[in-house]
T-cell receptor
């Protein structure tokens, strides 16, 4: 069964460093998303991406964040200068039209 | 602010019993409703989607939607210890695909 994959599973970084989280969505899906979940809190929407552009973003998704689909398979989230409060699980999801399927997540720890 | 509310639990049920999980949402324009299961440290896993008023059954799971009351529920019949997890209600509103999640209800099924 097709699934969303994410790398790395864990990432530890120093405050102020750049990180890139990678995702491979399900192959025939057209919509891609990033969500995050701070430990013990809700899953929060960050950004959605369709037809090679951002279709919606949340207030969390400020200028420090960017997304890219550099080729036909990968979908990346870049955080330019990480802050302590960026520590969270980051989930990539993809959908055909309605139903979103989530990847296993990347646990990001900013020290 | 569009919100999705769930009781945090824990909801404790004996093995074999019916577990009933509830969710309310604030945006009357919401169109699609999803239940995800999340084991500790893992990503959300889709259980069911529901789009129209009434009941929808899939195996041991039944989702119920009442748009007039802005209420969604999930029933789990013949609960098993392996059902012990946090159940997330998610709602899609408006013309965009982003999901708004509730905080989740923790279910504990004891033998």
């Amino acid at each position: 069964e097709p699934e969303v994959t994410q790398t790395p599973s864990h990432q530890v970084t120093q405050m102020g460093q750049e990180v890139i989280l990678r995702c491979v969505p399900i192959s025939n899906h057209l919509y891609f998303y990033w969500y995050r979940q701070i430990l013990g809190q809700k899953v929060e929407f960050l950004v959605s991406f369709y037809n090679n552009e951002i279709s919606e973003k949340s207030e969390i998704f400020d200028d420090q964040f960017s997304v890219e689909r550099p080729d036909g398979s990968n979908f990346t989230l870049k955080i330019r200068s990480t802050k302590l409060e960026d520590s969270a699980m980051y989930f990539c999801a993809s959908s055909d039209v309605e139903t979103q399927y989530f990847g296993p997540g990347t646990r990001l720890l900013v020290l | 602010q569009k919100e999705v509310e769930q009781n945090s639990g824990p909801l404790s049920v004996p093995e074999g019993a019916i577990a009933s999980l509830n969710c309310t949402y604030s945006d009357r324009g919401s169109q699609s409703f999803f239940w995800y299961r999340q084991y500790s440290g893992k990503s959300p896993e889709l259980i069911m989607s529901i789009y129209s008023n009434g009941d929808k059954e899939d195996g041991r799971f039944t989702a119920q939607l009442n748009k007039a009351s802005q209420y969604v529920s999930l029933l789990i019949r013949d609960s098993q210890p392996s059902d012990s997890a946090t159940y997330l209600c998610a709602v899609r509103s408006g013309g965009y695909n982003k999901l708004i999640f509730g905080a989740g209800t923790r279910l504990a099924v004891h033998p």
